[in-house]
C-alpha cells in the first residue's frame, strides 16, 4: 500500500481520538503499488450510525487540519456502505 | 499576505455574487414546499431539479471561496499574521466568523457533493437538505465577513 508510516500514524491517531477503537482499511487506488497519488479512500470498520459517524468524521478531520494536513481523504462508514463498494474495500488493507 | 485592497475588494463582490444567486435559490426552493423525499423527487420538473443543483454548486463554490481565500485576506487586513492553514481557520473561530467544528461539518458534506451524485438518492437528497437547512448558517458567515470587513473600510452592501 502506499502510504508513508508517518501518514499512517496520523490516520490511525486522527481515528482513536474520533471514533474510538475500530480498523481502518485503506482501499482504492492507494493499495495499488504502480500507481502515483490519487486521494486516500478509508473505510471505518465500527458499528455507529451515520449521525454518530458524521460527528466523529468531524473530529477526524479536526485533528488533520490542526496539523496542517488538508488531504484528500474520502472516508466512509463500511457497515453503511452498499454492496459494490463493499466489494472494493474487502480488497483494501488494514491500516 | 493581501498585496491590494484592489484585490480584496474583487473577493468581496465575488462572494456577493454567490451569496445573492443562493440566496434566489433558496427563496424558489422555499416556495416549492419539497419534503426531500424520493417519491416527491421524482415528481419534481426538471426546472425545479435544475434550481436544487444551482443550489447546490452555489453553496459549495460560497463555501470553498471563503475557505480558500476570503478568511486569510481578512486577516491580512487585520495585520494579523498567520503561517499555516490551521492558524487561519483557529484566528478566524477566535474573531467569531465561523466554529472550526462546523466549518469542519460544512466541508464534508461539500466533498461528499463532490462525488458527483451519490449513487444512493437517499443519501444525495440528505446531503441537499443539509446544504438548504444550513443556508442561515452560511448567509450569517457572509454577512460577518462583510461586517468585519467594514472595520476596515470596505463599504460593500450585501442586499
Known amino acids: 500500500m502506499r502510504i508513508s508510516n508517518y501518514l499512517r500514524n496520523i490516520f490511525l491517531e486522527a481515528s482513536k481520538n474520533a471514533f474510538g477503537e475500530c480498523n481502518l482499511i485503506l ?3 492507494r493499495i495499488d503499488d504502480s500507481k502515483k497519488g490519487g486521494d486516500f479512500d478509508i473505510a471505518v470498520k465500527k458499528e455507529m450510525s451515520i449521525e454518530e459517524f458524521k460527528k ?8 488533520l487540519i490542526l496539523k496542517d494536513l488538508d488531504l484528500p481523504i474520502d472516508l466512509v462508514l463500511y457497515s453503511k456502505a452498499n454492496n459494490l463498494l463493499k466489494q472494493e474495500i474487502n480488497k483494501g488493507e488494514i491500516l | 499576505m493581501l498585496k491590494n485592497k484592489n484585490i480584496f475588494s474583487k473577493q468581496l463582490k465575488k462572494i456577493k455574487r454567490h451569496y445573492e444567486a443562493l440566496k434566489e435559490y433558496k427563496e424558489f426552493i422555499d416556495k416549492m414546499k419539497f419534503d ?5 423527487f421524482q415528481l419534481l420538473e426538471i426546472s425545479q431539479k435544475a434550481v436544487l ?3 447546490l454548486k452555489r453553496f459549495a463554490s460560497l463555501q470553498d471561496y471563503l475557505g480558500a481565500k476570503i478568511f486569510r485576506s481578512l486577516l491580512d487586513i487585520a495585520g494579523i499574521t498567520y503561517t499555516k492553514m490551521s492558524e487561519v481557520l483557529t484566528l478566524i473561530e477566535k474573531e467569531e466568523i465561523v466554529s472550526l467544528d462546523k466549518w469542519i461539518e460544512l466541508r464534508n458534506v461539500r466533498n461528499e457533493l463532490e462525488h458527483d451524485y451519490p449513487e444512493d438518492l437517499e443519501d444525495a437528497l440528505n ?11 452560511l448567509s450569517n458567515t457572509v454577512k460577518k465577513v462583510f461586517e468585519f470587513a ?3 473600510n470596505e463599504n460593500i452592501k450585501l442586499s
Open chain 1, 27 to 29: 482501499f482504492g487506488s
Open chain 1, 56 to 63: 466523529a468524521k468531524v473530529k477526524f478531520f479536526k485533528t
Open chain 2, 36 to 40: 426531500f423525499t424520493q417519491e416527491k
Open chain 2, 150 to 152: 467594514r472595520k476596515y
Open chain 2, 53 to 55: 443543483d444551482a443550489y
Open chain 2, 127 to 137: 446531503d441537499l437538505k443539509y446544504c438548504i437547512d444550513n443556508f442561515d448558517y
